[in-house]
């Protein structure tokens, strides 16, 4: 089969593939799309906003129910059918809105799986096509470890948690990461009894010491259980009931079992190698600073390409590759990175922490101002938690912080946009933020260097 010759190539159709293919479209190129599953990708179907839709529901209920301290009293009853409706009709509006926007641009949508036939040839769903451009944007799957009995029973995933309907009155969850915690904690809160299993001997491992310390105790007030250090070495299940045995030798019994212990890319049927694409050791695509890939003209952007993985690199990956592509002098290292996991409380963090600032060589020290002493916490009764500021002596600038605590993922922009501009701490310092907000305890928390 001969290959049709098209302006530009994407395969995936994740948060940077959909903007970039709309943009050539847009300015009169021939774009095919190759998307082998929902449109929009993990974010949109099995990601951020089906997770975030849940989570909506469940921190209300929580809300309601740990509102105690404050005098006021009540259980809130979750009707879960109608809380999973409500995620999947959310989910559904967005693919329709990535399915509206690519139709409108012009990209010629192929809805099966791609791989390559040979340098810069594409084929999947009976077509043979061939383009100077192409971008692979094919994300990451759930990876599921090789435990004993795992394989063929019916266990959860982040690509099937959210089609239930009914609430499982038990759920063990594999991995202490922000995948299985924020969906874990989602259920707990929502009624359900969840364990969580994780060889670490912390919850989100990646993480300062002292973060985790204070979600883990949200998580137990919850009613959570935290089996940490331990091991699942066997899987099985009858009757609709799954065991877990682990490795201090207990055993754990649930209606559903979630496994969240990692991603692994989606390279395995791209066929890269035929197009002269190498992958690294982890199936990852290697690319250089330009997000090109060893085969020239073709790029990989996202997930994939082993990059930080959350939606708002992969889109600012497009971003990056669009002004790279037409000449700028861009790369994809020099942006301030944040992210949160969206638990009760939130751990959000920007740049460094002070261990990893001084392990790049920075004189860098770091200042903590727990939530007691932010009036907005007190307040609201959300006092467990803590902003950290870390600041390099030399230049004076800030160059990350760790916020935990209620809504940080929003509070944590302010340092955020600090750091994008380059200001040294001391304009923070000086800023006057709102009285009584949580983000005026950003310009005290600076205030703290003074003493320092
Ligand atoms: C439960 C969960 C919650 C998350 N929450 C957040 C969050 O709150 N914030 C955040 O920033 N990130 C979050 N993430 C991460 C975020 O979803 C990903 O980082 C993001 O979706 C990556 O986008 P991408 O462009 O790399 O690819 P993806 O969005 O993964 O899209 C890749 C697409 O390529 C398709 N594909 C794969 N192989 C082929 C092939 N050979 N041919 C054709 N199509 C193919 C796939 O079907 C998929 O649709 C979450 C992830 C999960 C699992």
Redesign the pocket.
Known sequence: MSAQRVDAIV???????VPFAADLARAGKRVVL???????????????T???AFLAAAHTAARARHGGPLGVRGDARVDFAAVMRRVRDVRDSFMDGVAKRLRSAGVRVIA????FGGERVVV?GGESLEAPLIVI??????LVPPVPGLDGTGYLT?AT?FDLVDLPASMIVMGGG??GL??GQGLARCGADVHVVDPNPRVLSREEDDATQVLERALRADGMTLHLGCKAVEVSQRDGIFALRLDDGSELRSQALLV?TG?RP??E??SAGASGIELDSRGYVKIDERFATSCAGVYA?????G?P???????E?YRRLTAILAGEPRTRDDRVLA??T?TEPQVARVGLTLEEAKKKGLRARAVTMPLEEVARAIEWGQEDGFFRLVVDDATEKIVGATLVGYETAELVHVILAHMEAGSTWHVLERSVHIHPTYAEGLPSLARKILQT
């Open positions: 395969i995936g159709s994740g948060q940077g593939g190759f998307e082998r599953g929902r449109l929009g990708g993990s974010c949109i179907n099995y990601g951020c089906p997770s975030k099966a799986q791609a791989s999947g944007d094919t994300g990451t799957s759930a982040n948690f922000y995948i924020e969906l969240a991603r989606n390279t049927a791209l952007i996202g997930d994939v390409a990059q993985a959350f939606t708002h690199v992969s889109w990956d992210y949160s969206f």
